[in-house]
């Protein structure tokens, strides 16, 4: 049964799993991921109310990894890692832009247009 210190308290590994941790603050027992039970340690050092780790399931667990969409556009590539609807991002003249697949690509349509133009203009 693997134990750390953390903050002054000690967590133990729950069913010598080293997934599954507990900690014992006053006289509740906390059970949960070790990030979430650390960051119960560290709400009840910085406010002293007891929160349960199961509030803060979600820290620690690793973001799962979407297959990641890539679109040529014109030649830009738009790439969406998330697979939300503003999730779309492109490098685009040396910059990040970011939000709907629509309106990054009606940003490069309107700077391929202008730039037609200018061309025109120069050639008159």
Known sequence: MPIATYRGFNLQSAN???EIWQVKIKNHLLTGNLAAVK???DWWCETASIIDPKEFDSVG???EAAAGIQENFNGFAL???TGEAN???CFFN???IKGSKVAIQK???AYLLARQRAE???KK
């Open 94 to 96: 040396g910059r990040l």
């Open 120 to 122: 025109a203009q120069q």
């Open 61 to 63: 667990r690793k973001r």
């Open 16 to 18: 010598n799993s080293t």
């Open 39 to 41: 960051k119960s340690i």
């Open 87 to 89: 999730g779309w991002y």
């Open 79 to 81: 790439k969406n890692d």
């Open 107 to 109: 940003h490069i349509e």
